[in-house]
């Protein structure tokens, strides 16, 4: 949950909704909410550049860790 969080963080904080995130990816909000409740299921998970998509939308950049 703590993807989950993260994202929906960062869309708060630019002030975005989901169909303002919809229209900076070139898809529809029905994605983006499907890519947002996904992150709350371990039967799906997004890929790599879905997600990096989705940060530069809220003005953000993805950075992976394992630590």
């Known amino acids: ?14 002030g975005l909704t989901q169909a303002d995130v919809a229209s900076r990816m070139g898809t529809t909000v029905s994605a983006v909410s499907r890519l947002e409740a996904s992150l709350r299921s371990e039967k799906h998970s997004p890929s790599f550049a879905t997600l990096r998509k989705y940060a530069q939308a809220c003005g953000k950049k993805l950075l992976i860790q394992m630590v």
């Not at 949950?1 to 630019?14: E, I, K, V």
């Open 1 to 14: 949950y703590t993807a989950l969080h993260a994202m929906l963080d960062a869309r708060q904080a630019a």
